[in-house]
């Protein structure tokens, strides 16, 4: 019985590393992907006046 859960494990270690290692690596890569959304348009910003 112990040798069975033991086999399983071993099978299934290599993907468990996987998704870990993957989703890792996602996160890390969103986070610099992410902008900041424009809040003027572009008619604002061709008339925009001084403020005084």
């Known amino acids: 019985m112990l ?3 033991l086999l399983v494990l071993v099978i ?3 993907s468990a590393l996987y998704i ?3 989703n ?3 996160d ?3 986070t610099p992907t992410q902008t ?3 809040t ?3 008619a604002e910003k061709q008339y925009q006046t ?3």
């Open 50 to 52: 001084p403020e005084h």
């Open 36 to 38: 900041v959304p424009a």
């Open 12 to 14: 299934l270690a290599p």
């Open 3 to 5: 040798k069975k859960i």
């Open 20 to 22: 870990y290692i993957v």
């Open 40 to 42: 003027e348009t572009a």
């Open 24 to 26: 890792r690596d996602s």
């Open 28 to 30: 890390k890569a969103e």
